[in-house]
């Protein structure tokens, strides 16, 4: 019997970032390859920190198909909603063309719905809001096309776990090794439910000690501040015009629109894709 084969594609997420181990980073793909089957997996990590849909359409699906898996996750989302470029309508025709493919081969399709990165860095209302509103665009769009390709599919935007800062690393924006846990626990319950994973479920408890309040300061005053930094020249501008209109509809008691505005979006996003929302989407 062949080995189980899983590819998994996104970005710094699923690289693994927040949960080093030895000179690099293993994350919660990883730890879930490894309950995937009582025997061999052949697991192999396409992500790449800092993609976005694009890259995951155009790089990593191409590279994914060719290894013909059995399992294929799809975790993206959050660094397109953190560019000026954001565009729900491309978001939504690139994740369709990506888990057609793949579930053109007969993968199994992993998806999750992530927690906005605004709440999550701790950012002011006005700032946090725009974020959040592309966040809950990305999810929908997201649960609505893992209901038509039949994903996998995990709820991790709301979870109660998302909201324990032991759970993330320093930077606050990726799991740290427990997180990381957390998802791969998760996603392998779900799997198993299905009968989709025959291995044993991932530990939730931490295999390395935390990092020390002094190497995690190292982290963000080296590579965390290279990432602020470029996201601030790519973001800021739009995300400072953002919050302007953001509190320009809060004094007029206008703020309604905007979410409205976001929905009227996805709606027409899902409907370019021929898909139909359900009441229940995230």
């Known amino acids: 019997m062949r080995p189980v084969r899983f590819v998994a594609l996104g970005d710094s997420l699923t690289e693994g970032v927040g949960d080093p181990v030895g000179d690099g980073w293993r994350g919660w793909a990883a730890l879930l390859a490894d309950g995937l089957a009582e025997d061999r ?24 198909l060719e290894l013909r898996p059995d399992i294929a996750s799809v975790v993206i989302g959050v660094n397109d909603t953190l560019r000026c470029t954001f565009d729900i309508h491309a978001v939504a025709e690139r994740l369709d063309k990506v888990y057609a493919a793949f579930t053109g081969q007969g993968a199994t399709l992993l998806t999750a719905c992530l927690p906005d990165p605004g709440s999550m860095l701790g950012l002011p ?45 320093a930077d606050r924006l990726h799991p740290g090794e427990q997180g990381h846990r957390q998802l ?11 009968d989709l994973a025959a291995g044993p479920a991932p530990s939730p408890e931490p295999q390395f000690p935390a990092p020390t309040t002094s190497a995690s300061l190292l982290w963000l005053a080296t590579a965390g501040t290279g990432w602020v930094a470029r996201r601030c020249t790519d973001l800021l501008p739009q995300l ?26 996805v709606s027409a996003a899902l409907a370019a894709v021929s898909v139909v929302e359900q009441p229940d989407a995230v």
Do not use: C, K
């Open 41 to 64: 997996v052949e697991f192999t990590n396409l992500a790449v920190s800092g993609a976005q849909t694009r890259e995951v359409l155009e790089l990593q699906t191409p590279a994914g």
């Open 125 to 169: 209302g006005a700032l946090a809001r725009p974020l959040a509103r592309r966040q809950r665009a990305v999810n929908r769009v997201v649960h609505a096309l893992s209901d038509r390709y039949g994903a996998v599919h995990l709820h991790a935007a709301e979870a109660d776990w998302i909201t324990d800062r032991a759970m993330w690393s």
């Open 184 to 194: 791969a626990l998760r996603f392998h319950a779900l799997l198993a439910e299905a």
């Open 240 to 265: 400072l015009r953002l919050a302007a209109d953001e509190m320009r509809h809060r004094a007029r008691g206008t703020s309604a629109r905007l979410d409205l505005r976001a929905a009227a979006a």
